[in-house]
Each structure stands twice: as structure tokens, then as C-alpha cells.
């Protein structure tokens, strides 16, 4: 795979505990898939980590900079130095996780926990610009209120009539108004209006992951519909 050496544009902290990391692709397109990943070390350096590219292909041609959605706690911003200026070597693209060049079902559903919003948010994007009907839902889970990113731009989905929103908070936190607890049985209920003939994609921490497969599938998502993309626990 291509490996192209560009600088950090910017570090904008999104959440308390996530930063939107800006590279400057310099004039070098980088040809992706909505959902893929770059990975991404020092100039130089012996290792590179995966990270979910945050914007989507359209995103990326227009600006020539790349989005990366970065964990704080994952360590990333102090072991690799994401600062502006920085250089970075970023190889790829990478990854299987990926809409198919014809998501032709009549409903997708995007279920992400924390950062995992990063290459749904790609996906989200493309699909938007392609306008072919489908009917979009989103169940979006954050340890609180404040750490659920690109709020203003899915809300402004949620206004414009393409986007149906569902967040809840699985920590305590006195200031959030909404749902709290992890995504349940009945939250895959509300939007699953044609289990049949819905494609799925689950992004974030394993334990999300498994469970959401093992509801989606009792609720009558066939398995190739599934699609995931998991770490930690």
C-alpha cells in the first residue's frame, strides 16, 4: 500500500475525550471507500496504528485533507505527537468495513458507540450526496452528553428531514435530559421498520458489537446484512 508523508492541519477537541484530527493531503488525493481506515505513525517511525477516516471520499476530494477521529485515553495524541505541523506517514487505505458499491436496501441503520461514528459518519456523507432514498437511521451511545461528536451536523440531518436520531448515555450524568443506558432490544425496535430489508453497520467497542448482532439477527436482520467493525471491550 501507498505511503504518503502530510502534516497535521489541525487538532480541534471535539468531546472532552476525542480529537478531530486534520491532516493536509498536500495536493495527493487519496482514493477510499466510505468506512475504511489509514494507519498512521511518525515520519519515519516503525509503527503506524489504524484510524477510522472520519470524512467521507467526497469530503476528502474536495479539501485534499483527511478527518481522523482520535480517542484521547487511547494514548495516540502523546505516543505519536498529533500536533500542528507535525508530519505523519499514513499508509492505506485499509479495511473491509465498507458500504457495497450498490447499498440498495430501503433502510440503513448505523449503530455506533463513542468514536466509533468516525466511518459511519463517512458513510453517512456519501450517501447523503448520492441521494438514492434510502431511508437512514442512526442509534448513537456515548459515555455522556458531552462526548457525542459531529452534533450539529447530525442534527442538522435530523432537520433537513434524512436522518432519524437515537442517543443515549451510558454513565451517569445529571445534565443529560435523554435516554440512558445501553442500546437495548427496544431501541433497535423503533428503527427497525423492515428488518428484511435494512443493512446494518456497528461500529465501536466489542461488547456493542456482539450484542447488537445477536439482537439485530432475533429481530430478523439476515446475518449478511451485518456489518461490524469492533475494539477493545
Same mark, same amino acid.
Given at each position: 500500500m501507498p505511503v504518503?508523508?502530510?502534516?497535521?492541519?489541525n487538532v480541534e477537541a471535539i468531546t =472532552?475525550?476525542?480529537?478531530?484530527?486534520?491532516?493536509?493531503l498536500r495536493g495527493q488525493p487519496l482514493v477510499f471507500d466510505?468506512? !475504511?481506515?489509514?494507519?498512521? $505513525?511518525?515520519?519515519?517511525?516503525?509503527?503506524?496504528?489504524?484510524?477510522?477516516? #472520519?470524512?467521507?471520499?467526497?469530503?476528502?476530494?474536495? /479539501?485534499?485533507r483527511l478527518e481522523l477521529l482520535i480517542g484521547v485515553d487511547a494514548g495516540a495524541t502523546s505516543d505519536f505527537g498529533f500536533a500542528t505541523g507535525t508530519p505523519l506517514d499514513v499508509e492505506g487505505p485499509i479495511g473491509t468495513f465498507t458500504? =457495497?458499491?450498490? #447499498?440498495? #436496501?430501503g433502510?440503513?441503520?448505523?449503530?455506533?458507540? $463513542?468514536? $466509533?461514528?468516525?466511518?459511519?459518519?463517512?458513510?453517512?456523507?456519501h450517501l447523503l450526496r448520492r441521494h438514492q432514498g434510502q431511508r437512514i437511521s442512526l442509534l448513537y451511545s456515548a459515555r455522556s452528553g458531552d462526548e457525542f461528536a459531529f452534533m450539529l451536523e447530525l442534527e442538522g440531518h435530523v432537520r433537513a428531514g434524512?436522518?432519524?436520531?437515537? !442517543? /443515549?448515555?451510558?454513565?451517569?450524568?445529571?445534565?443529560? #435530559?435523554?435516554?440512558? $443506558?445501553?442500546?437495548?432490544?427496544?431501541?433497535?425496535?423503533?428503527?427497525?421498520?423492515?428488518?428484511?430489508? /435494512?443493512?446494518?453497520f456497528v461500529c465501536g467497542p466489542s461488547s456493542l458489537v456482539d450484542e447488537s448482532i445477536a439482537t439485530l439477527k432475533?429481530?430478523?436482520? =439476515?446475518? =449478511?446484512?451485518?456489518? /461490524?467493525?469492533s475494539w477493545g471491550k
Amino acid at each position: 500500500m501507498p505511503v504518503v508523508t502530510v502534516p497535521v492541519l489541525n487538532v480541534e477537541a471535539i468531546t =472532552p475525550r476525542s480529537r478531530l484530527v486534520t491532516l493536509d493531503l498536500r495536493g495527493q488525493p487519496l482514493v477510499f471507500d466510505p468506512g !475504511q481506515a489509514v494507519m498512521v $505513525g511518525r515520519r519515519g517511525g516503525r509503527t503506524r496504528r489504524p484510524y477510522s477516516i #472520519a470524512c467521507s471520499p467526497e469530503q476528502a476530494g474536495e /479539501t485534499l485533507r483527511l478527518e481522523l477521529l482520535i480517542g484521547v485515553d487511547a494514548g495516540a495524541t502523546s505516543d505519536f505527537g498529533f500536533a500542528t505541523g507535525t508530519p505523519l506517514d499514513v499508509e492505506g487505505p485499509i479495511g473491509t468495513f465498507t458500504l =457495497p458499491p450498490d #447499498a440498495s #436496501a430501503g433502510w440503513i441503520l448505523f449503530v455506533a458507540g $463513542g468514536t $466509533g461514528i468516525a466511518p459511519l459518519r463517512s458513510m453517512l456523507d456519501h450517501l447523503l450526496r448520492r441521494h438514492q432514498g434510502q431511508r437512514i437511521s442512526l442509534l448513537y451511545s456515548a459515555r455522556s452528553g458531552d462526548e457525542f461528536a459531529f452534533m450539529l451536523e447530525l442534527e442538522g440531518h435530523v432537520r433537513a428531514g434524512v436522518l432519524e436520531l437515537h !442517543q /443515549t448515555v451510558t454513565r451517569d450524568d445529571t445534565k443529560w #435530559a435523554g435516554r440512558r $443506558g445501553r442500546i437495548g432490544r427496544d431501541r433497535f425496535e423503533a428503527v427497525l421498520h423492515e428488518p428484511a430489508d /435494512t443493512l446494518c453497520f456497528v461500529c465501536g467497542p466489542s461488547s456493542l458489537v456482539d450484542e447488537s448482532i445477536a439482537t439485530l439477527k432475533a429481530l430478523g436482520v =439476515p446475518e =449478511p446484512k451485518i456489518r /461490524t467493525e469492533s475494539w477493545g471491550k
